[in-house]
């Protein structure tokens, strides 16, 4: 049966998985939080063992968020795996829907309502907000929305795999893997937003569609060489060095009780602009000189 969360009784739960090292719970995470509760589906917060001030905690109470303290090590698919065994299994039979969610994403709009509207109205059995095709087709996890159909294949997935301590073999593991399951077990994906380009290099177009939320790496400029080599790979450098907040804030897209400073951005000193700008040119040379051999090893390559 179809219909939106609004006229339908669903027992829906929503993981958020969130690593962070404040006592405080950043502004953006309270916000996505606060919007995700008005959905009428239930919400765990997901985080690293450490101490959290009263004020996080009273601000989870009136919420009515449970809170689930883990683990740090498998990122959020670690974090999502623990909370899935610590839950009976009758209880995870009883969810017909399921939402996972990272805190990779700031949500500078509250469209949580609308957005879970539309993966009702889909007739996909999972729904993200992106996909995106490096290596393999994949649904990107930092939102997922799971119907009943996908549930069983999540947790054979979660349950039965060895946690990964590293990112890029969660990603290629677990994110592009759990993708590849769905696929095989004929169940439909589909993406809410579709970009001309890789969706990383795609965020001025989904910010100047008011599309509500971004990449927080981006606002923070929190690059690793890989990430930095595939923006020059793909020729890209223009997504590369824009100013998101600037942007957003320019464009007008945020919710009027979303305050500017609650984008999460890393304040640079000039010294630290000079190491960017040298490790920059660094990356650019390295990443010429790497094709320049590849393709001399082509050419020597026998045919």
Request: glycine fraction near 4%.
């Amino acid at each position: 049966m179809q219909g939106t969360p609004e006229n339908r009784t669903m027992n829906g739960k929503i993981l958020y998985a969130s690593y962070q090292e404040e006592e405080s719970l950043p502004h953006y995470i309270r916000y996505a939080l606060s919007g995700l509760t008005q959905t009428g589906f239930s919400v765990v917060y997901l985080t690293n063992q450490r101490d959290l001030d009263a004020e996080s905690h009273a601000f989870l109470d009136k919420n009515k968020i449970e809170l689930f303290f883990t683990e740090n090590k498998g990122y959020d698919f670690g974090m999502w795996h623990r909370y899935l065994k610590y839950v009976a299994k009758f209880r995870r039979e009883s969810w017909d829907r399921l939402v996972l969610i990272n805190d990779s994403i700031v949500y500078y709009q509250n469209r949580f309502k609308t957005i879970f509207e539309r993966c009702e109205k889909s007739t996909a059995d999972v729904v993200s907000l992106t996909s995106d095709t490096q290596i393999h087709f994949h649904l990107q996890s930092f939102f997922l929305y799971l119907k009943p159909k996908a549930l069983p294949v999540l947790f054979d997935h979660l349950l039965e795999s060895n946690e990964c301590m590293n990112f890029y073999e969660v990603v290629k593991r677990m994110e592009i893997g759990l993708s590849q399951k769905w696929m095989d077990a004929e169940l439909t994906l589909e993406a809410l937003y579709k970009t001309e380009r890789p969706v990383l290099f795609s965020y001025q177009e989904l910010i100047l569609g008011h599309a509500g939320f971004i990449k927080r790496k981006l606002l923070q400029k929190r690059f690793t060489r890989e990430d930095v080599f595939h923006f020059w790979e793909h020729g890209a450098a223009s997504a590369f060095n824009q100013n998101y907040y600037q942007l957003i804030e320019q464009e007008g897209a945020m919710d009027s009780d979303f305050r500017k400073e609650w984008l999460v951005t890393t304040k640079e000193s000039m010294g630290a602009k000079l190491q960017k700008v040298f490790r920059l040119i660094y990356y650019h040379v390295y990443w010429k000189l790497k094709q320049i051999k590849l393709n001399h090893c082509a050419r020597r390559m026998p045919q």
